[in-house]
């Protein structure tokens, strides 16, 4: 096994990048490797005591895969795609993309490794779950030890109207990789707004599914101006098949569990659909809604091959969730847990630990560069640079309003 390279709360990270957009840029794949924009170092002395990894020797199976190439390869390169959710399907697309070369990944995640990650979310290990690592950094950290060129922006955060554009501007294809249907409509609109392509997936017990949204390119500058020229259909978007996100109680991992084969079937088919779209073949992407279960065995496809014209989102052009004022108290799914994020203002750890430390109820108070973490009765807090805090041990939103008010700040 490696060495982890950085126990959080002894070493912090030099290069994390939180809420940081990086600069805009066209929305088509640029024809050069945008590596000036890397900030990400390798593992430290590598570079000086082993043999450069040529990318011939590197991707020289996947060239010879004839739907890829070298041109397809050079192409991969060149490409930036962004993850919303590194759990488990994130993890397992983040990691499978760094490995086919995707030149550029930003991945957003708002929350830590825990022990119950470890059964499928594959890029993490019994380190990361036990220094509560945050799975964005966590994911650039490991992605750094087996494909050192490919450039990392991670970004702890909750994807919010407030922050999608800054985060995905510079992204040419989006993978949804999220728990909740919440952030999943936010990405729609954005998406279909921006005509930027996005691929949802989802998995629950032994069940994943996925489609593709290709949404019709608008000419630059004119939002309900005519259609450009596009080298693809466009399809359904996610609100012509589902208008609404669905309502009442939802299934998720901790109430149905989850094998991480489907996690691993939803995520292999994602990214394989990711590289047909960055190697110039929208044509070849399935268009359909796919489900499939791997226990039952039982398969289904819904066409998603035409937008609904009456659609709200991709017809009439109402972006309702991107208008809206984002969430700042949110339970998280199944994790006995309340996000609150009341103020976005950066947060001086050291000035917070000096605050808190004389309460005679407060333990384990420890922090480093990406979060701050105390415990006081049941409660577990834990506190990030931008002032989001994440409150275990109650589901209770008013409760944890409260105890942050009371220990973070009103
Ligand atoms: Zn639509």
């Known amino acids: 096994m490696s060495k982890h390279p950085a126990p959080p709360f002894e070493e912090p990270a030099k290069s994390i990048h939180i809420g940081t957009p990086a600069a805009a840029q066209s929305s088509k794949p640029p024809k050069t490797t945008p ?54 399907t994130g993890a397992a697309t983040a990691s499978l993309l760094a490995r086919a070369g995707v030149g550029t990944l930003t991945l957003i995640d708002r929350d830590f490794v825990e022990p119950s990650n470890l059964q499928r979310q594959i890029l993490f290990d019994e380190a990361d779950a036990r220094d509560s690592l945050p799975k964005a950094e966590a994911a650039r950290r490991k992605i750094a030890l087996f494909n050192s060129d490919v450039t990392v922006h991670s970004h702890i955060a909750d994807l919010v109207p407030a922050n999608i554009h800054e985060l995905l501007a510079p992204a040419h294809l989006v993978l949804d990789a999220t728990d909740n ?7 729609n609109d954005y998406c279909v707004q921006q005509s930027k392509p996005w691929i949802y997936a989802a998995a629950i017990g032994a069940y994943a599914a996925t489609m ?10 004119t939002e309900n101006g005519e259609p450009a020229t596009e080298n693809y259909a466009p399809t359904a978007c996610l609100a012509c098949i589902f208008p609404k996100p669905p309502t009442g109680p939802v299934e998720t991992c901790d109430t149905a569990g989850i094998l991480s084969t489907a996690v691993n079937l939803a995520a292999s088919i994602q990214t394989t659909e990711a590289l047909k779209l960055l190697t110039n073949q929208p044509h070849l992407m399935r268009r359909t809604l796919l489900s499939h279960d791997l226990w039952s065995n039982e398969r289904t496809e819904i066409s998603t091959a035409r937008p609904n014209p009456s ?21 998280l799914c199944g994790r006995n847990s309340v996000q609150i994020h009341e103020h976005h203002r950066p947060v ?32 577990t807090f834990t506190l990030f640079p931008d002032g989001r805090a994440l409150i275990q041990g109650t589901t209770d939103i008013t409760l944890a309003r409260s105890l942050y008010a009371r220990f973070i700040g009103s």
Do not use: W
């Open 35 to 88: 590596k000036t924009v890397t900030t990400i170092p390798s593992t430290p002395n590598r570079a000086i005591s082993h043999p450069v990894i040529l990318d011939t020797d590197r991707y020289s199976r996947q060239i010879l895969f004839p739907g890829i190439g070298a041109t397809g390869q050079q192409l991969l390169a060149s490409a930036h795609v962004a993850i919303i959710g590194i759990g488990a």
């Open 181 to 187: 249907f919440e952030t999943r409509y936010l990405l």
């Open 212 to 221: 593709n949204i290709l949404p019709r390119r608008m000419q630059a500058g």
């Open 311 to 331: 659609c709200t989102v991709c017809g009439q052009r109402l972006f309702t969730h991107l208008a809206g004022e984002g969430r700042p108290h949110i339970t």
């Open 348 to 379: 001086d750890f050291a000035a917070m630990r000096n605050r808190l430390a004389p309460h005679a109820d407060i333990h384990n108070l420890r922090f480093n560069d990406l979060l701050l973490r105390f415990q006081r009765g049941p409660h």
